[in-house]
């Protein structure tokens, strides 16, 4: 059976503070506790499958009020960068908001092997209208 733990974070690469000129990184990750780094999951104790067969975890991003308006979806790999096997799968949206304000989402992580195992996380972060302590260099 899966021991997994779920996480979301939202953030900006390089920068501490998000502004609603930036693109700004959700992601969403499954994590197997059990397992070791370069180890994935194996496949399924199923005695009813005529096959063997490895589950999968699917990803649902949606609105953080309502938690019914979709906002993303997609099925999540346990590999690397490299191609490897992990014990990690993660989603990254990479989005601007172009508006500053409170910003909530809700995601909802589903295996298609295992009833009940199903996680939820809620993301909230805070979008601020610039950042005066930023510095941006000069370009031409």
């Given at each position: 059976?899966p021991?997994?733990?779920?996480?979301?974070?939202?953030?900006?690469?390089?920068?501490?503070?998000?502004?609603?000129?930036?693109?700004?990184?959700?992601?969403?990750q499954?994590?197997?506790?059990h397992?070791?780094?370069?180890?994935a999951?194996?496949?399924?104790?199923?005695p009813?499958?005529?096959?063997?067969?490895?589950?999968?975890?699917?990803?649902?991003?949606?609105?953080?009020?309502?938690?019914?308006?979709?906002?993303?979806?997609?099925?999540?790999?346990?590999?690397?960068?490299?191609?490897?096997?992990?014990?990690?799968?993660?989603?990254?949206?990479?989005?601007?908001?172009?508006?500053?304000?409170?910003?909530?989402?809700?995601?909802?992580?589903?295996?298609?092997?295992?009833?009940?195992?199903?996680?939820?996380?809620?993301?909230?972060?805070?979008?601020?209208?610039?950042?005066?302590?930023?510095?941006?260099?000069?370009?031409?």
């Amino acid at each position: 059976m899966p021991v997994v733990e779920v996480a979301a974070e939202a953030f900006v690469e390089g920068e501490a503070t998000m502004t609603m000129i930036d693109v700004i990184n959700l992601k969403f990750q499954v994590k197997y506790t059990h397992l070791a780094a370069d180890q994935a999951p194996g496949y399924v104790h199923s005695p009813n499958f005529p096959y063997l067969k490895r589950q999968q975890w699917f990803c649902i991003v949606t609105d953080g009020m309502t938690k019914e308006i979709v906002i993303a979806c997609g099925a999540m790999e346990f590999r690397n960068k490299e191609g490897k096997d992990c014990n990690t799968a993660t989603i990254e949206i990479k989005q601007r908001f172009g508006k500053p304000g409170q910003f909530s989402f809700h995601a909802i992580f589903k295996c298609d092997s295992y009833v009940g195992f199903d996680k939820e996380v809620d993301l909230k972060f805070t979008v601020q209208e610039e950042d005066r302590n930023r510095v941006i260099p000069e370009y031409s």
